[in-house]
T-cell receptor, first 116, second 112 residues
């Protein structure tokens, strides 16, 4: 186990609704990254938060937003859900990424979102 | 754009044999190349990485080879076990920025 937890495990929403996913990072980690993994594909980077500020963003629209809290836990918010948003959403925690080996990035088990 | 891709989507090997999973990448500016293992219902698990200035790195039962000339990465698993059955992703990252770019994955199935 990595020590990274995510909630909820599964979630079903309908088109147009909004969703909030949560992630608790591993103790001592100050950086959280969020990824979207469609069925049968590799995870795609959404964005990263470091010390409560967005520290980089992938090719996702503004309706994907996030927060990081003082305890380094994080939320991913998706507004105006679309059918294509159905995926496994993964968070990964790490220490600040500059010049640190990749094995500091630990993934949670993910939240499976289904949009009907 | 950036991409990391795999040659083979599925691979079946006999228990005890060696496995080789291959990957092609296109972003020559990456500083680290990484292999992740993802079991059903779990998040990706780091296996091993290699810096771009190296061509080989060994871990416990695993070896990663990097050929920058042809932009090719491979993962070798020695004495494959049933517990190695999973989807394997190659990925890349720049040291100064923690974003990880994943490839589409190869499913490894170990036959007892």
């Amino acid at each position: 186990e990595t020590g990274v937890t995510q909630s909820p495990t599964h979630l079903i929403k309908t088109r147009g609704q909004q969703v909030t996913l949560r992630c608790s990072s591993q103790s001592g980690h100050n950086t959280v990254s969020w990824y979207q993994q469609a069925l049968g594909q590799g995870p795609q980077f959404i964005f990263q938060y470091y010390r409560e500020e967005e520290n980089g963003r992938g090719n996702f629209p503004p309706r994907f937003s996030g927060l990081q809290f003082p305890n380094y836990s994080s939320e991913l918010n998706v507004n105006a859900l679309e059918l294509d948003d159905s995926a496994l959403y993964l968070c990964a925690s790490s220490t600040n990424g500059q010049f640190i080996s990749t094995d500091t990035q630990y993934f949670g088990p993910g939240t499976r979102l289904t949009v009907l | 754009g950036e991409s990391v891709g795999l040659h083979l989507p599925t691979l079946s090997v006999q228990e005890g044999d060696n496995s080789i999973i291959n990957c092609a990448y296109s972003n020559s500016a990456s500083d680290y190349f990484i292999w992740y293992k993802q079991e059903s219902g779990k998040g990706p698990q780091f296996i091993i990485d290699i810096r771009s200035n190296m061509d080989k790195r060994q871990g416990q039962r695993v070896t990663v080879l990097l050929n920058k000339t042809v932009k090719h990465l491979s993962l070798q698993i020695a004495a494959t076990q049933p517990g190695d059955s999973a989807v394997y992703f190659c990925a890349e990252r720049k040291a100064s920025y923690d974003k990880v770019i994943f490839g589409p994955g190869t499913s490894l199935s170990v036959i007892p």
